[in-house]
Structures are given as structure tokens and as C-alpha cells.
């Protein structure tokens, strides 16, 4: 029993990363429809933005929203230099320049950091806590309790606030938004930035027990559009789920067959719900009159 609470509460901590991640995809999406590739690299900016700092003597109460304000930024940049430049181009076309820009930032992770693996002690320590048998890492609940406070601030931003509104609009019809007087450019920016921050927050709380390096964004961005698509594109509550049940299912397939398959058991699933629920366990179902 103390066997399966700890592969329980491994998965949850890796999934509560995987569902922040996911919640980045989906406030882009929600804003433009486009699927962001290179969300996996901010959550490296994060994670080694901080390693870097923490290095360099800077108290982790500063060098953590530095960190998430460095990872906001260059979303922002991505916007202003590679996306809004694209103007009214095709999704597959924008699609394209997020994984241009993922590799672009890959590369210039490596110059400005180095190729070494990075961690930093947890927020809260790093002696392990006992429940019920099984240990937990004090950085675990860090990670679990970011995520939430993620989803529940996505939640309401996207469904009470002017601004939160004005995406959604975006996303569903960006000429018709601009008609009523909202400001798609600047809900675009606005939502690249949040993604990005959101991004960058995952990795500056993941790094004490996942560590980082430069080359890590790419399967983080496939783990996060996983758990998108598991839960439903474009859906807060998808995303947090979608991530769990990752987490959980890579966790359990490592810990009862193998860790080699665990990849491969979460993306057999993935592709299960696709086919027979292709909307995702979240999503709505959408119809279109042609």
C-alpha cells in the first residue's frame, strides 16, 4: 500500500507540472488557436534563469519572479517579433513559427547558460516528509499548490474579467472582436505574455526536483500538449486534469512494468481518448455550418 501512495504522489507531482504547462498551451489558444511549441521553453528560461541566479548568491524570494518576469518577457518578444509580424498567415504557418522559434531559443539557452544539468535546493528544504509510509519532497506541494493557483487564477481571469473575455472573443472570431471594439492585438500580447509567465513559474518551481538543462523544453512542450489534448484544447479544467492523469499513468507504468514504456504508455492512452472522444475529456464538441 505505502507502494502505490508513492507512485500516487510522484504522478501528481510530475502531472501538476504537466498541467501547467498544458494551462500555457491553453490561454494561447484560447486568445489565437494557435498551439505554442515553444512552451516548453519557457519553462527552461524559469527554471535556469533561477539556477543562475541562485548561483550567483541572488536569495530565491528575488531570484524566483525575476525568473517568471525573464520567461514574460521573451513571450512577449515572441509575440511582438516573430508572431504578429505573420499578420493574418495560415494556424499552420504560425504553428511552424513556434517550433522555429522553440529551436532558435534551444540554441540560444546554450550560449547564454551552458549544457549542464542545474538544480537548486527546494523552496522548503529538502528533507523529505512521511505520509502514510511513503515520502514527499516539501517542493512536491509547492509544485501541486502552484498549479492550482494557476487553474483557479486562469479560471477566473478567462470568465470574469474584461480582459479574460476579450481573448476568448479573439479566438473565436478575431474580425468580429475588432468590430465591438476590443483590442485583439493587444489580448494576443497579453495572452503570450501570461503563457509565458505561467511557463516560467513551472520551471522555477519543478527545477529543485526535476532539474534542468537547455535542451529539456522539448519534451516538456510534448508532455503539455499531451495533457491539452487529453484533457480538451482550450479547456483551464482539461488542462489540470489532462496533466494529472499524465503524470499518474507515467508514474504507475514505471513502477509496476517499467520505467522504458512509461513514455509510451501515456501517449497509447492519449491516442485512445482521441479516437473515441477526439474533443478530449474536457472539450466541447464544436459543429460548423458550411
Excluded: C
Amino acid at each position: 500500500m505505502s507502494e502505490l501512495l508513492q507512485f500516487l504522489i510522484s504522478g501528481v507531482t510530475v502531472g501538476a507540472i504537466y498541467a501547467a504547462i498544458a494551462l500555457g498551451f491553453t490561454l494561447i489558444y484560447n486568445a489565437s488557436g494557435v498551439v505554442n511549441f515553444a512552451q516548453g521553453e519557457f519553462v527552461v528560461i524559469g527554471g535556469m534563469t533561477a539556477a543562475a541566479l541562485i548561483a550567483a548568491g541572488v536569495p530565491v524570494i528575488l531570484a524566483a519572479p525575476i525568473a517568471v518576469v525573464a520567461g514574460t518577457l521573451v513571450g512577449i518578444l515572441l509575440y511582438r517579433l516573430a508572431i504578429r509580424p505573420a499578420g493574418q498567415a495560415p494556424l499552420v504557418t504560425l504553428i511552424i513559427i513556434t517550433i522555429g522559434a522553440s529551436i532558435f531559443l534551444r540554441g540560444a539557452m546554450q550560449a547564454v547558460f551552458d549544457k549542464q544539468i542545474h538544480r537548486y535546493d527546494g523552496f522548503s528544504g529538502d528533507a523529505p516528509l512521511r505520509v502514510g509510509g511513503a515520502t514527499i519532497l516539501p517542493q512536491s506541494l509547492w509544485i501541486v499548490g502552484g498549479s492550482i493557483a494557476v487553474f483557479a487564477f486562469l479560471a477566473w481571469f478567462l470568465n470574469r474579467t474584461r480582459a479574460g473575455r476579450g481573448i476568448k472573443a479573439t479566438a473565436s472570431n478575431r474580425m468580429a472582436a475588432a468590430l465591438v471594439g476590443i483590442n485583439t492585438g493587444r489580448a494576443m500580447n497579453l495572452s503570450f505574455a501570461l503563457s509565458a509567465g505561467i511557463g516560467a513559474l513551472a520551471g522555477v518551481l519543478a527545477t529543485p526536483v526535476t532539474f534542468t538543462s537547455y535542451d529539456v523544453g522539448v519534451l516538456m512542450a510534448l508532455k503539455g500538449f499531451s495533457a491539452t489534448m487529453l484533457g480538451g484544447v482550450g479547456s483551464p479544467l482539461g488542462a489540470l486534469a489532462g496533466g494529472l492523469l499524465i503524470g499518474l499513468i507515467e508514474a504507475l507504468t514505471a513502477g509496476y512494468i517499467s520505467s522504458d514504456y512509461k513514455d509510451a504508455a501515456a501517449f497509447i492512452v492519449i491516442l485512445l481518448v482521441l479516437f473515441l472522444r477526439p474533443q478530449g475529456l474536457f472539450g466541447a464538441r464544436i459543429v460548423e455550418r458550411v
